[in-house]
């Protein structure tokens, strides 16, 4: 799947050429290009302040691509502006059991800094969107870290909202165990 989103203008203010046009497409494990692509904007994202602030270790940049392939449940799709990778976004099917029926999480959104606030989050989600209601899911989802402003109003501006059954319960809150 192939989606082209035609910016304005680039962010220099001039009009933007048919090579500077945003196209998001199913990321494809078996291609070394996007391999690359996943590694190298994974990479990226892990060292911003919102993604830990650490490069990705070498055996993680080793060996991601393969682990994700070998993931039935995994999907993802690039964005790129001409031939140049610039986002990702990292997929992973679930299951809602108070509906019975599949759900797909967002797991990572990635914009490369360079080429943020042109419309390439929102031409991500909306091939995440597309592809859960393809795989028949009932909602996504996604965690975001409560500083990330700029995440945060990207999901509202997408629809998405936080997580509440019952407001006297509050908001879901997301927490982990590691095991090292």
Same mark, same amino acid.
């Given at each position: 799947?192939? *989606?082209?989103?035609?910016?304005?203008?680039?962010?220099?203010?001039?009009?933007?050429?048919?090579?500077?046009? *945003?196209?998001?497409?199913?990321?494809?494990?078996?291609?070394?290009?996007?391999?690359? #692509?996943?590694?190298?904007?994974?990479?990226? /994202?892990?060292?911003?302040?919102?993604?830990?602030?650490?490069?990705?270790p070498d055996a993680v940049?080793?060996?991601?691509?393969?682990?994700?392939?070998?993931?039935?449940?995994?999907?993802?799709?690039?964005?790129?502006?001409?031939?140049?990778?610039?986002?990702?976004?990292?997929?992973?099917?679930?299951?809602?059991?108070?509906?019975?029926?599949?759900?797909?999480?967002?797991?990572?959104?990635?914009?490369?800094?360079?080429?943020?606030? &042109?419309? *390439?989050?929102? #031409?991500?989600?909306?091939?995440?969107?597309?592809?859960?209601?393809? &795989?028949?899911?009932?909602?996504?989802?996604?965690?975001?870290?409560?500083?990330?402003?700029? #995440?945060?109003?990207?999901?509202?501006?997408?629809?998405?909202?936080?997580?509440?059954?019952?407001?006297?319960?509050?908001?879901?809150?997301?927490?982990?165990?590691?095991? /090292?």
């Open positions: 799947m192939v *989606i082209d989103t035609p910016n304005a203008s680039s962010p220099t203010g001039s009009r933007e050429s048919e090579s500077d046009a *945003i196209s998001v497409s199913a990321l494809d494990l078996t291609q070394a290009a996007d391999r690359e #692509a996943l590694v190298g904007l994974l990479d990226e /994202y892990a060292q911003t302040p919102e993604g830990g602030g650490q490069a990705l940049r080793h060996s991601i691509c393969e682990l994700l392939a070998s993931r039935p449940h995994y999907v993802g799709w690039l964005a790129r502006v001409g031939p140049q990778p610039v986002g990702l976004i990292n997929c992973f099917e679930g299951v809602s059991t108070f509906r019975a029926k599949p759900l797909l999480n967002i797991h990572d959104l990635i914009v490369s800094a360079p080429f943020r606030r &042109r419309g *390439i989050a929102r #031409a991500l989600l909306a091939a995440a969107e597309r592809g859960a209601r393809e &795989r028949g899911c009932c909602k996504l989802t996604l965690e975001v870290l409560e500083g990330n402003h700029a #995440a945060i109003s990207a999901y509202q501006a997408s629809g998405f909202q936080a997580y509440e059954l019952d407001p006297a319960m509050g908001r879901a809150q997301f927490f982990e165990k590691k095991f /090292y």
